[in-house]
């Protein structure tokens, strides 16, 4: 964004301040001026200067020898403009002079044997425009002698400005001013459009009607008739350019200085092309054609929004307008457009139409909606001075209730917390007013603010405190002399996750690496996916749920490309939506996981060994093997779930404590269809951040065990829903601290041995005490007496009897 310095000046005094401090404010407050470029250094040594005498170059065709005055002297110019002619005023550059955005320094020198002491220049020469046709034709008052920055209006200061997006009011002189106003505590000074009015009114002459309100909030309009098309006043050109902008016409030029003034853009229509007398705002049909002011036809769809009169679409809203309502010499009557349009409907049509203006630039951003009005009025002073319009009576303002002002709560104290250092309360008020917010109550403890609209990037108390430390400055946070931390251990995240891909590396598992978007319904398999609000397609909707999904789809890939005998594993961020709706990041669960996936072959057929597939044995075992460099395992506990269970066919879930590390199991037949996988896939997944917070410390020495170990075998045929997980904790509870673990070692289901809807469960349970050898007799009364209270609470029948 190109600031000119005398239009800042007009809405803030900055006399008295240098550039280089002005520019130092602004970077330090987030507006990074990326460049100054001071047109009184830029034009040393050009001056305006008359062409009193041309004549054909003796030597040359194409060039001529003019004889120039500068006022004081007159030169010899070897000139190859086309257009040059005796009695012109034009732009010289005298020897010394440096052509602007070149190395190239003048110096008198002979051309085909004529001595050129210049050279009379063009506007690409002078970095004004990319005009390069014929040399710049200065008005014929224009005075011999001046300095050309200050003959043509560049007798100024112009800062490059880097525009973050999150920034869109500091698209404008205003914006910027604000910012400056605040940095300085200075007043801002405001204008506010002063016009005379003719008695017809504006509702006699046209009419507004929006049928997207949605996309359109609010759309406000000023009438402005029996205007003059011309040029504008050399001021104004002069800023334009400056500003990086080409004038066109007076009434063009005006709706461009308007928009680099205040950040809204405008559009002007031929109010005498409008069908019907009236706009309509609405949706196109698919297919549409519409050719726009570039001459382009550009084929529509129903998403873009447009602009209508009453047969017609007559511009693409927020973009660009059409050539069958562009104003033109014969325009008399204009319609100013200064409308609010949803930012996503303009970014959408914009990429849609391959289309990027300054006013879609702006719009996709957002724009003040409060300041519409203001806008249209502003341009139609303009039109009254330099254009000769009259304003009709009144104006047209529709306005969505949507169109909400936020208010916020900011706490003094808070302000403190964040920042680390106090700032005075007088003084946090007085940044929020010199930025415009509207304070609209508050006490000891806090202000309650009302955001203007013209800051859609402020939404929360946070954003506020931001504020207030960017304006109070960066370079005034207090140096932290020493700070202390506390001798503890901490949980480093990236450690243990680039330990377990270091382990899944060692196994021999590759890894690999997924898209985090993926599609709604193939998220919600595992769980609550939390949607995009802008998504880039379908396919990318949603955050992940899990890391399987996307697994599976490698393995399509790699079986598809004939490698069907995989081990993989991707570690990352998996995301599920916490309630029923999103109302906070309180209602989001981010955690941090790992997937493994076993499928194919473990084993190939050798003439020293047999072909083996993975089963989900396999995958135990390396979970065992992962999970005890971080945890004691002995201390896991299992829940079997050997019904089917989400993607799962069968699975089980591992706990450490309550706290659950993750699951495993099968994946269905029927969710490995989905991705064409005709072969047994394996699966587990586990939560990084639960393995951390359960991970041993300290690494302690446990003695191998002194007396014997006693193991007892059972088997029992129970109801096929009675589960796994049930039976273990029933024996735990009611056994004595002899028995140490219990673990099932075989399933067995067959309707004609054992019965329909029956299984059999099979277990080995350890004894031992760490003191003592136990006796056949104090174990075997145990076991018997845990096999009596097993029939009894699940209605079981010993395998044998």
């Given at each position: 964004m190109k600031i000119v310095l005398s239009w800042l000046n007009e809405y803030i005094d900055l006399n008295d301040i240098s550039d280089e401090k002005i520019a130092q404010e602004l970077t330090m407050a987030g507006l990074e001026v990326e460049g100054i470029t001071d047109y009184r250094q830029v034009y040393n040594n050009f001056i305006t200067a008359e062409v009193v005498e041309k004549e054909k170059h003796p030597n040359a065709d194409k060039l001529s020898l003019c004889k120039v005055s500068t006022g004081n002297e007159v030169l010899q110019i070897v000139c190859g403009a086309p257009n040059v002619a005796a009695g012109q005023k034009v732009a010289l550059a005298c020897e010394?002079?440096?052509?602007?955005?070149?190395?190239?320094?003048?110096?008198?020198?002979?051309?085909?044997?004529?001595?050129?002491?210049?050279?009379?220049?063009?506007?690409?020469?002078?970095?004004?425009?990319?005009?390069?046709?014929g040399i710049l034709v200065l008005p014929e008052n224009t005075i011999p002698g001046l300095p050309l920055a200050e003959a043509i209006g560049y007798n100024d200061v112009v800062f490059e400005i880097g525009i973050t997006p999150n920034r869109p009011d500091a698209l404008s002189h205003i914006g910027v001013a604000r910012d400056l106003s605040a940095l300085l505590n200075r007043p801002l000074r405001k204008k506010e459009p002063v016009i005379s009015r003719d008695s017809e009114k504006i509702g006699d002459k046209v009419a507004i009607e929006i049928e997207d309100l949605e996309n359109c909030p609010r759309y406000s309009a000023v009438v402005v008739k029996d205007v003059k098309i011309g040029e504008s006043p050399d001021?104004?050109?002069?800023?334009?350019?400056?500003?990086?902008?080409?004038?066109?016409?007076?009434?063009?030029?005006?709706?461009?200085?308007?928009?680099?003034?205040?950040?809204?853009?405008?559009?002007?229509?031929?109010?005498?092309?409008?069908?019907?007398?009236k706009i309509v705002v609405k949706r196109s049909k698919n297919g549409s054609k519409f050719t726009t002011l570039d001459s382009v036809e550009r084929e529509l769809r129903d998403s873009v929004l447009m602009i209508c009169d009453g047969e017609k679409e007559v511009a693409i809203a927020g973009i660009?307008?059409?050539?069958?309502?562009?104003?033109?010499?014969?325009?008399?009557?204009?319609?100013?457009?200064?409308?609010?349009?949803?930012?996503?409907?303009?970014?959408?049509?914009?990429?849609?139409?391959g289309l990027s203006t300054e006013a879609s630039y702006r719009f996709e951003r957002g724009t003040n909606y409060e300041g519409t009005m203001t806008a249209a009025l502003r341009a139609a002073e303009l039109m009254v001075q330099f254009a000769g319009g009259i304003v009709l009576m009144g104006e047209l303002d529709v306005v969505s209730d949507k169109?909400?002002?936020?208010?916020?709560?900011?706490?003094?104290?808070?302000?403190?917390?964040?920042?680390?250092?106090?700032?005075?309360?007088?003084?946090?008020?007085?940044?929020?007013?010199?930025?415009?917010?509207?304070?609209?109550?508050?006490?000891?403890?806090?202000?309650?603010?009302?955001?203007?609209?013209?800051r859609p990037d402020v939404e929360r108390e946070i954003d506020l405190i931001e504020e207030?430390?960017?304006?109070?400055?960066?370079?005034?946070?207090?140096?932290?002399?020493?700070?202390?931390?506390?001798?503890?251990s901490s949980i480093d995240y990236m450690e243990t996750l680039n330990s377990l891909?270091?382990?899944?590396?060692?196994?021999?598992?590759?890894?690999?690496?997924?898209?985090?978007?993926?599609?709604?319904?193939?998220?919600?398999?595992?769980?609550?996916?939390?949607?995009?609000?802008?998504?880039?397609?379908?396919?990318?909707?949603?955050?992940?749920?899990?890391?399987?999904?996307?697994?599976?789809?490698?393995?399509?890939h790699n079986i598809n490309?004939?490698?069907?005998?995989?081990?993989?594993?991707?570690?990352?961020?998996?995301?599920?939506?916490?309630?029923?709706?999103?109302?906070?990041f309180e209602n989001i669960s981010e955690q941090s996981a790992i997937s493994i996936i076993l499928t194919g072959r473990a084993s190939q057929k050798t003439w020293s060994s047999e072909e083996r597939f993975f089963d989900i044995h396999d995958l135990k075992g390396y979970l065992n093997s992962?999970?005890?460099?971080?945890?004691?395992?002995?201390?896991?506990?299992?829940?079997?779930?050997?019904?089917?269970?989400?993607?799962?066919?069968?699975?089980?879930?591992?706990?450490?404590?309550?706290?659950?590390?993750?699951?495993?199991?099968?994946?269905?037949?029927?969710?490995?269809?989905?991705?064409?996988?005709?072969?047994?896939?394996?699966?587990?997944?586990?939560?990084?951040?639960?393995?951390?917070?359960?991970?041993?410390?300290?690494?302690?020495?446990?003695?191998?065990?002194?007396?014997?170990?006693?193991?007892?075998?059972?088997?029992?045929?129970?109801?096929?829903?009675?589960?796994?997980?049930?039976?273990?904790?029933?024996?735990?509870?009611?056994?004595?601290?002899?028995?140490?673990?219990?673990?099932l070692f075989d399933k067995y289901e067959n309707d004609k041995v054992l019965g329909e809807g029956k299984v059999s469960l099979a277990f080995t349970l350890e004894f031992f005490d760490k003191e003592r050898t136990l006796t056949e007799e104090e174990v075997e009364k145990e076991f018997s007496g845990l096999i009596n209270k097993i029939t009894k609470q699940f209605n079981a029948v010993l395998r044998g009897n």
């Open positions: 010394g002079a440096r052509i602007p955005d070149s190395d190239f320094v003048i110096k008198s020198t002979k051309l085909r044997g004529q001595l050129s002491q210049g050279m009379i220049c063009s506007e690409a020469e002078l970095g004004i425009s990319n005009d390069h046709s001021w104004m050109k002069s800023r334009l350019k400056m500003a990086g902008m080409r004038p066109i016409n007076n009434i063009v030029d005006i709706t461009n200085y308007i928009m680099l003034e205040l950040g809204q853009p405008l559009h002007a229509f031929d109010l005498d092309n409008l069908s019907g007398s660009m307008g059409g050539e069958n309502s562009e104003v033109h010499e014969n325009t008399r009557n204009i319609l100013i457009e200064s409308a609010y349009f949803n930012p996503t409907s303009v970014r959408r049509s914009a990429r849609y139409l169109l909400i002002t936020k208010t916020v709560d900011l706490r003094y104290a808070r302000v403190e917390k964040i920042l680390g250092y106090h700032v005075p309360d007088d003084f946090v008020l007085s940044i929020l007013q010199n930025l415009e917010f509207r304070v609209v109550g508050g006490d000891s403890e806090k202000l309650t603010v009302e955001i203007p609209g013209f207030i430390a960017r304006i109070n400055g960066y370079d005034n946070i207090p140096p932290v002399e020493r700070v202390t931390s506390p001798l503890e891909r270091a382990k899944m590396i060692g196994f021999g598992f590759n890894e690999i690496m997924n898209n985090s978007l993926q599609p709604f319904e193939t998220a919600k398999a595992t769980g609550e996916p939390v949607v995009l609000m802008n998504p880039l397609n379908a396919e990318m909707s949603v955050l992940r749920t899990s890391l399987i999904q996307g697994g599976l789809d490698t393995v399509r490309n004939g490698e069907k005998d995989l081990m993989l594993f991707e570690t990352g961020h998996v995301i599920n939506k916490v309630g029923e709706s999103l109302t906070s992962l999970l005890e460099t971080y945890l004691n395992t002995n201390k896991l506990s299992y829940v079997y779930n050997t019904e089917e269970q989400g993607i799962y066919e069968y699975s089980a879930d591992i706990f450490a404590g309550e706290e659950k590390l993750g699951t495993y199991g099968k994946v269905t037949d029927a969710f490995a269809a989905k991705y064409d996988i005709k072969q047994v896939v394996f699966c587990a997944e586990l939560f990084v951040n639960c393995i951390q917070r359960n991970s041993d410390k300290l690494r302690k020495y446990v003695p191998l065990l002194k007396y014997p170990k006693i193991v007892r075998d059972m088997a029992l045929i129970f109801d096929s829903n009675i589960k796994y997980g049930d039976i273990a904790a029933f024996i735990r509870k009611n056994s004595s601290s002899l028995l140490k673990s219990v673990d």
